[in-house]
């Protein structure tokens, strides 16, 4: 139980890798703040958590918009009196070719996956500095590396590694850690959405990762969830500034 008595936040909760780690976070003791763009997407989190003895409510947050951020982390705060863990999970897929990507595109990525985690990680450090104390883990991707019809996407996760190592060096002195995790394939519906984009099922597309990756096999929501949690936790309490990559090997 190494989250009792912490009040954690989880955007993009509603589903795959935010899910599982809104679940494991809830098993380990934690009151967990679900996030999505509307609080009746998280609700089957919700009520999945609750069932299970746990702690959680649904809260809706455009990420990208700082009024909605703010008023989230507010009322989060209001609700369980503290935020002591924040995991910018949230992110959205908009991908093409170079050559044809619209700019609503490339703003549309940018204002969720980049801009969401620094609206979303500036409230939060507001009340952990307060605190002296707080674990901020944001989501990056392999993809950060360069990946053939993201450039939207991949800048946008390169650019969360470099806000993660300037947010450690400002909020460290606060006894506030920030890390950043970068899954390679993980079977999630944006897996899926991507297998479509190139004309693929997504069993098929599963199966071509694997075969490019060491251990053989993707990775699974519940994996990425166990490595955030470990960032999340004391376990990590001398971690900070760090992107691990969680990919099964592959280089």
Same mark, same amino acid.
């Given at each position: 139980?190494?989250?009792?008595?912490?009040?954690?936040?989880?955007?993009g909760?509603?589903?795959?890798?935010?899910?599982?780690?809104?679940?494991?976070?809830?098993?380990?003791?934690a009151?967990?703040?679900?996030?999505?763009?509307t609080?009746?997407?998280?609700?089957?989190?919700?009520?999945?958590?609750?069932?299970?003895?746990g702690?959680?409510?649904?809260?809706?947050?455009?990420?990208?918009?700082?009024s909605?951020?703010?008023?989230?982390a507010?009322a989060?705060v209001?609700?369980?009196?503290r935020l002591?863990i924040?995991?910018?999970?949230?992110?959205?897929?908009?991908d093409?070719?170079?050559?044809?990507m619209?700019?609503?595109?490339?703003?549309?990525?940018?204002?969720?996956?980049?801009t969401?985690?620094?609206l979303?990680?500036?409230?939060?450090q507001?009340?952990?500095? !307060?605190?002296?104390?707080?674990?901020?883990v944001?989501?990056?991707?392999?993809?950060?590396?360069?990946?053939?019809?993201q450039?939207?996407?991949?800048?946008?996760?390169?650019?969360?590694?470099?806000?993660?190592?300037?947010?450690?060096l400002?909020?460290g002195p606060?006894?506030i850690?920030?890390n950043?995790?970068?899954?390679?394939?993980?079977?999630?519906s944006?897996?899926a959405?991507?297998?479509?984009?190139?004309?693929?099922?997504? !069993?098929?597309?599963? !199966?071509?990762?694997?075969?490019?990756t060491?251990?053989?096999?993707?990775?699974?929501?519940? !994996?990425i969830?166990?490595?955030i +949690?470990?960032?999340?936790s004391d376990? +990590?309490?001398?971690?900070s500034?760090?992107?691990?990559?969680?990919?099964?090997?592959?280089?």
């Amino acid at each position: 139980m190494r989250f009792t008595g912490k009040v954690a936040v989880v955007t993009g909760a509603a589903q795959g890798i935010g899910a599982a780690t809104a679940r494991l976070l809830a098993a380990e003791g934690a009151s967990v703040g679900i996030v999505d763009l509307t609080a009746e997407r998280g609700q089957p989190v919700v009520d999945e958590i609750t069932t299970g003895g746990g702690v959680a409510v649904a809260f809706g947050c455009d990420v990208s918009d700082q009024s909605s951020v703010d008023r989230m982390a507010a009322a989060v705060v209001e609700r369980f009196g503290r935020l002591d863990i924040l995991v910018n999970n949230a992110g959205i897929t908009r991908d093409n070719l170079l050559f044809k990507m619209s700019k609503d595109d490339w703003d549309a990525v940018l204002s969720i996956n980049l801009t969401g985690v620094f609206l979303c990680s500036q409230a939060a450090q507001r009340y952990m500095v !307060e605190q002296r104390s707080g674990k901020i883990v944001n989501l990056s991707s392999r993809s950060a590396l360069g990946n053939r019809g993201q450039v939207n996407y991949a800048a946008t996760k390169a650019g969360v590694q470099g806000l993660t190592a300037t947010m450690a060096l400002e909020l460290g002195p606060f006894n506030i850690n920030v890390n950043a995790v970068a899954p390679g394939y993980v079977a999630t519906s944006m897996t899926a959405a991507t297998a479509t984009r190139v004309g693929a099922s997504p !069993e098929e597309h599963q !199966e071509r990762a694997a075969a490019n990756t060491p251990l053989r096999r993707v990775g699974r929501p519940e !994996e990425i969830a166990s490595v955030i +949690a470990f960032l999340a936790s004391d376990d +990590a309490s001398y971690v900070s500034g760090q992107t691990l990559y969680v990919n099964g090997g592959a280089r």
